[in-house]
Each structure stands twice: as C-alpha cells, then as structure tokens.
DNA sequence: CAATGTCGCTACATATTTTGTAGCAAAGAG
DNA sequence: CTCTTTGCTACAAAATATGTAGCGACATTG
C-alpha cells in the first residue's frame, strides 16, 4: 500500500483533495494510537511498540515511514518525535478525548435506558 | 474484529480508557471516510458504496454496524445518518480539511526546499 | 399480474494486510 | 571480548478487505 499524499489520488478518492490524503493515512491500522502516543514525549522504536500494546515490529516500521515522509513525524537522536505540523494534528485529535468520555457515558446512558424500557 | 466499545479492552489498549476505543475504531479502513461523507446528508446504503470509492459492500455493512451499535451513526427511513452525538464528532474532525491544506503546502514547500538545497 | 429497476445486504473465493516469532547488525557498558 | 539494548528485517500464519454475483423486498410501468 502506497502512502497516500494529498495532491495525489488515494484509497477512497481520486480527487486530490488533502483531506482524502488525511483520512487515508489516520484510517491505517495504528497510525492513530501512534501519534497519539507521541504526544509530549520522544519515544524509542521498542517504547513505541510497548505501548502500542504489542504492534509487530513490520507494520510498527511500514506505519513509521508512512508518518515520516509524511512528515508527521520525524527520528531524533532520542528516538521518534512529532514535527511542528505533526504536533497541530494532535492538538485536534486531542479533543477527542474528551468527547469519548462524553459518550461513553452516553452509551451507558442508552443501555440503562433500554434495560428500563 | 469486535466492535470496540470505551470501558472495554480493544486492541491497542487493556486499560478500557475511551479515547483508545475511540481511536480503535476510528483507525479501522473507512470508519473516518463514512463518517466524513455521512457530513450534512443522509445516504443510502449503495450512494455511501459509491462515495466511498466503491468499498465491498462486505466491509461496509460492516463498518456500518459497529458505528451503529456505537451509536455514532443511525438508520433512518431515508438512509445512514450521524446521530446527535456523532455529528458532535464530526465538528471534531471538519478542522483536519484545514490541517490538510496546510500540510499539503507543507509538503510542497518542503519538497522545493530540497531540490533547491 | 408480469417485467423491469432499485435497494439493502449476504456469500464466498481471492488478494492484501497484520501478526507473531526469530533473529541479525550496530552501539554502549563493563 | 561479553552482555544488553536498540532498530529493524524475514517470513509464514492468521485476519481482514476486495470484487463479483445474486437474493428477497419493494416500487414502477403497463
């Protein structure tokens, strides 16, 4: 699987547009909870691979390079790191923490509700 | 692959925290695309296979249901819509049409820098 | 009622992706 | 040199996604 550019047509568009580019790469299998794993902290491959909960070290590398290049994130001589840009896309992907607290209690909410009626 | 649900262990995390089930599910192949063509319009089954570049209608009933049962999205008598609490989501994930573009600047400006240097 | 078309969705074989485990070369410590 | 850690590759097995065919329900036309 190419990693996907914006400008260029993707898995699920063929217009270009940056966005389909975007939601290509975060739809990967782990590029997701690896970003936000490097938020506030450089971490080694292995400390990567750790709190990734165990991703194989050939996917953990493929995801690794996609975000590279796409310049999401970069290899310091600490480890790996958010760029500049790579550090905005958290910070919109940050409030999603809130909002999945939100509806977990949602959730809950309907499933009580439910059991009720 | 089971439904990931926040209060539950899914893959990427044992902690039953939201975000990683949030994260989990949105990381899976065309949750983000749904979600993102399901923005201000309610779709059939077959004009959402369309938008979505053709996805097997395999992997989109699929998808379907766990952001059914998620409660994200909702089958109305028209088609597919974002229910209440995924449209707040979606609020969540419209700033990445920015992000993109700036990132793809970024690319650009990037990449010139590099055959200038 | 029969013929035609659309729609939601299932079946299933094939193709692609992800996992899991093993392990190697390089770098640092003693 | 030995021991340990690190980044990363290999590769077979398991899981997931694709692509195509098509069924039953329902609306339209006649």
Redesign the interface.
Not at 17 to 24: E, G, Q, R, T, V
Not at 99 to 104: F, K, L, Q, V
């Given at each position: 699987m190419s990693t996907p550019?914006?400008?260029q047509s993707v898995?699920?568009?063929?217009t270009g547009?940056?966005?389909?580019?975007?939601?290509?790469l975060?739809?990967?299998?782990?590029?997701?909870?690896i970003i936000?794993n490097l938020s506030n902290q450089v971490l080694t491959f292995r400390e990567l691979q750790s709190l990734?909960?165990g991703i194989s070290p050939t996917l953990l590398n493929t995801r690794l390079k996609e975000l590279r290049v796409?310049?999401i994130i970069e290899k310091t001589g600490k480890g790996y790191a958010l760029t500049a840009?790579g550090e905005?896309?958290l910070l919109?992907i940050y409030?999603?923490?809130d909002?999945?607290?939100?509806?977990?209690d949602?959730?809950?909410a309907?499933k009580g509700s439910s059991n009720d009626g």
């Open positions: 550019l914006p400008g898995r699920g568009s063929k547009k940056p966005i389909m580019a975007l939601l290509d975060l739809g990967r299998t782990w590029s997701l909870g936000w990734c909960d796409t310049n840009i905005k896309l919109l409030p999603m923490g909002w999945a607290t939100m509806w977990r949602h959730l809950i309907l």
